[in-house]
């Protein structure tokens, strides 16, 4: 069974992630959605309400599972027995960030790390720039899942 691990804060899931995860269960037989705890980072969402967004937005995907996890992400691999990471890729910048850590990650174990590009017309969206817009009272509706819509 190919089991890909798609970690992240998802503060909130952006319709960038929904095209990586729905492409990636056409790739992977299991798809873990993995949700990284930082005690360091101040998130705009609760951690439950993050899991939520996620588990409803992929409530007919039997293909993906939600989880939370704090730690390494190859230590989290291990435990799940997946062989893989899977990562979206918006720009060159991430491209450059998101190399690096997969070559260490590939040091310190077997994992591979798979990359997708975002779809051109989700490329442009990160979950920092969706809180902006909220913070502003702007409309995210273009931006992000329904599921995450309910909460705002």
């Known amino acids: 069974m190919k089991k890909a691990i798609f ?4 503060d909130p899931i952006t319709n960038g992630h929904f095209d990586i995860i729905k492409r990636g ?3 992977f037989d299991e798809v873990i959605v993995a949700i990284g705890v930082n005690a360091e980072k101040k998130y705009m969402f609760s951690l439950e309400d993050r899991k939520r967004f996620i588990e409803e937005a992929f409530k007919d ?3 993906v599972k939600v989880i939370t996890y704090s730690g390494l992400t190859i230590d989290l691999c291990k435990k799940e027995k997946a ?3 899977l990562r979206g ?4 910048a991430d491209f450059e ?3 690096a850590i997969a070559h260490t990650n590939r040091v310190m174990s ?3 790390t798979v990359f997708l590009l975002t779809a051109a017309r989700t490329s442009f969206i990160s979950s920092s720039i969706v809180r902006d817009v909220l913070r502003n009272g702007g409309d995210i509706s273009q931006l992000v899942p329904e599921s995450v819509l309910d909460k705002k």
């Open 7 to 10: 970690p992240g804060s998802f």
């Open 25 to 27: 269960v056409s790739l």
């Open 61 to 63: 995907e039997p293909k």
């Open 83 to 85: 062989d893989f990471i």
């Open 89 to 92: 890729l918006r720009n060159p």
């Open 97 to 99: 960030f998101e190399k």
């Open 110 to 112: 077997k994992i591979e």
